[in-house]
């Protein structure tokens, strides 16, 4: 859906109008611990930072035009400047969508707790109450309304602006409870410089317009600008109102109440209005955190996209939201706000340096851009996006000479740390990647595969019958059924399941556990490229849930291990008490593969030993491209066995899948065996690596008809 300008502007600018709640109190906090005569001088700072903020967004509005789809730091930085000076950009623009969400939520809260300031004992606990509430609700997939953003965010410009209207003729003497200690120095200019950093908050999110710009409607980029500069019209005046009056009413930094607080109580005097802008207030704060989990979700699968991010950042949930993106945001802003008690002075500290940085990137990259593509007038836009790059690179330097003692190291020194993680991350997927499609080429060379199979029996019960059943379906000749002695074992277990089965139960030895004694037997088994030993672990459950896992903690601590084994398949066989499956007259095998590389290809090694029906590699595109590119490759260099292309077009392979499964176990008597490649690395390198097999396995784990079977390939070095 694209967006008018009435409706894109409250969606995108919830986060810079926001700031309005805490930019000035953060300037006047900084002045009064220093002196207590200082506080007239926040108000020609917020001239100065209107200025700025005028700066960036005529700054921006060349960016929107120039960049139609997205103009955002990361990539106007990668297509300008290069990779390092793209990636410190996505870095700091990270760490602003974190910090965003823990200034916005404490100063909500804030403004609640002026209002009832029994409840400032529990600003942590409402701060992560409030925090959990937003998460749900993205994770869930809400649609952003537009009168959803819209109507609050309205109502919230008006209300201050009618706060500043009727302050500028009519106020009282602001009543400060619980003021901050005050200073008894001298103002100097480290002092002012200070204070214009901290009061600089108030440019925070004017870069979401540049990018979202083609949520607008067409023209794309005019529109944009227009919103731009309706944006920074009302930013600039709001604030610097709302900073006049602090003067005018007196109203100073409390422990108990925010100043905007303060300056509504002097206003209206308590009433209607006053509660208002203190409910509005919140909701608004709410909405610029909430626009912290579009962005960073977003950025973060771009960057796992590039290879710079783990895998895991571009999997969709259920909902199609980027979930993990979400999840990690929402652990780190929780922490922050814990450590930093929900304090807005104290999170404030952090804040800027990130946001600076990526504006200063960006503007740097459209000079860069002019300078290459010419056109109509480039001189002078090159000029506008030099000046902004200029003020907003010695803004970022302020902020670090002056906030950095004070907390701001904290994200000067986690800004370098995440650009390294990320081409350490780009580094160790480049040589997965040339390693994976070399190795391909030696699997498909090896010689015919060859397999054994062991069924770990641990009680006789309807699962165990499963599972023999289906391996001497499939498994060939070389089958045997095993058993592990433990506490709760029937003795008489080997006579009776010769009797069920007509095939003998070898007895293990139990002493070191079920795990230990199932790795023996198949440390005794040869394992090449070529020769594979499948393990099946049968697990009755008595309901469809996960909870039941716990029931089996052997099973797990098993499969588990197995899996770093070379050569070993683990084979589930999970069954729901009172649910037998009979024995299959038909199973096919489906082999799920990404590509032509070694994992893939030693899985399709693998289904060739197996005694099934028929054997076709399976491929969930996640587009046309994706597609044809698969197509084209298993063609040049496959294995002769046939390739089926699905389509997964929402980035989701969990319902494509179980519809394509579903439509083969319709046919009565047929199940399928699904064939995992799973790659098994060691250490730090396991969060690097997709997690679509845990997801794979939970979803087909009571799928009727289906055995899923992992095919591990080790990276262990």
């Known amino acids: 859906t694209l967006l008018p300008k009435f409706l894109a502007l409250p969606i995108f600018a919830s986060d810079p109008l926001s700031s309005v709640a805490y930019a000035t109190e953060s300037a006047l906090v900084v002045l009064l611990a220093v002196s207590a005569t200082a506080a007239h001088l926040v108000l020609p700072i917020s001239l100065a930072i209107g200025l700025l903020l005028a700066i960036v967004v005529a700054s921006y509005m060349q960016t929107v035009l120039a960049y139609e789809t997205s103009g955002g730091a990361y990539v106007v930085a990668r297509e300008n400047l290069g990779t390092l000076p793209s990636l410190v950009g996505a870095a700091a623009l990270l760490t602003d969508y974190v910090l965003t969400v823990a200034v916005s939520i404490s100063a909500g809260i804030f403004a609640i707790t002026s209002v009832a300031p029994s409840l400032d004992g529990h600003k ?61 120095g001298t103002i100097t200019l480290f002092v002012l410089l200070k204070a214009f950093s901290s009061g600089s908050t108030a440019l925070t999110g004017v870069e979401a317009i540049a990018n979202g710009v083609n949520a607008f409607r067409r023209p794309h980029g005019r529109n944009a600008a227009v919103t731009l500069a309706v944006l920074g019209t009302i930013a600039i005046s709001l604030f610097v109102g709302v900073s006049y009056l602090a003067v005018e009413t007196h109203a100073r930094p409390s422990a108990s109440a925010s100043v905007v607080s303060q300056i509504a109580r002097a206003v209206f005097h308590g009433g209607f209005m006053y509660y208002a802008i203190q409910i509005l207030t919140l909701v608004v704060l709410i909405l610029a955190a909430n626009t912290s989990f579009q962005g960073f979700p977003r950025l973060s699968a771009l960057l796992a996209r590039d290879r710079f991010a783990p895998r895991q950042f571009t999997n969709l949930g259920d909902r199609l939201v980027f979930s993990n993106g979400m999840l990690v945001l929402a652990v780190v802003a929780g922490l922050l706000l814990w450590i930093y008690g929900a304090n807005t002075n104290s999170l404030i500290h952090l804040y800027v340096i990130g946001v600076f940085t990526a504006f200063t990137l960006s503007q740097a990259g459209m000079v860069r851009y002019w300078f290459r593509r010419g056109g109509s007038h480039w001189r002078v836009k090159a000029g506008v996006n030099g000046v902004g790059a200029a003020a907003t690179g010695a803004v970022t330097l302020i902020v670090v000479y002056t906030k950095f003692a004070e907390g701001a190291w904290l994200v000067t020194v986690a800004i370098p740390v995440l650009v390294l993680a990320m081409y350490g991350i780009r580094r160790h997927y480049d040589g997965l990647s040339r390693r994976m499609r070399a190795g391909a080429a030696a699997v498909l060379a090896a010689p015919a595969a060859s397999n054994r199979t062991l069924v770990v029996v641990e009680t006789l019960d309807e699962a165990a019958d499963a599972a023999w059943r289906f391996a001497r379906r499939i498994g060939g000749g070389d089958l045997r059924a095993v058993h592990v002695p433990t506490a709760r074992t029937d003795p008489g277990i080997r006579p009776r399941w010769f009797k069920r089965v007509d095939s003998p139960l070898e007895r293990l030895d139990g002493s070191r556990g079920v795990t230990e004694a199932v790795l023996e037997q198949v440390w005794r088994l040869p394992r090449s490229e070529s020769e594979f030993v499948t393990v099946y672990v049968p697990e009755l459950f008595r309901r469809r849930s996960l909870f039941e896992q716990a029931r089996h903690p052997h099973a797990l601590a098993l499969k588990f291990r197995l899996l770093s084994e070379p050569g070993v398949v683990v084979a589930d066989v999970p069954v729901l008490q009172g649910r037998v499956p009979a024995e299959p007259a038909r199973v096919v095998a489906r082999v799920l593969v990404s590509g032509v590389n070694a994992a893939s290809m030693r899985a399709v090694n693998y289904a060739r030993t197996l005694a099934v029906d028929d054997v076709r590699a399976v491929h969930f595109a996640f587009g046309p491209e994706d597609a044809a590119e698969i197509r084209s490759e298993w063609a040049r260099q496959g294995p002769r066995i046939p390739l089926e292309v699905d389509e997964a077009p929402y980035r989701d392979l969990g319902r494509p899948l179980l519809a394509y499964l579903r439509e083969l176990t319709a046919e009565p008597g047929t199940a399928v065996l699904v064939l995992m490649p799973e790659l098994v690395t060691r250490g730090w390198r396991r969060l690097l690596h997709n997690q679509k097999a845990l997801y794979v396995k939970r979803l087909l784990l009571f799928e009727p008809g289906v055995v899923l079977a992992a095919v591990p390939y080790q990276l262990l070095r």
Do not use: K, M, W
């Not at 201050?160 to 003729?169: D, E, K, R, T």
């Open 124 to 184: 942590v606990g409402l701060s992560l109450a409030c925090l959990l509430v937003i998460v749900l609700a993205n994770l869930r997939g809400v649609r952003e309304s537009g009168l959803a953003f819209a109507a609050p965010t309205y109502l919230f410009v008006a209300s201050i602006a009618i706060l500043v209207v009727v302050g500028l003729f009519r106020h009282g003497q602001a009543v400060t409870p619980d003021p901050l200690p005050v200073g008894t």
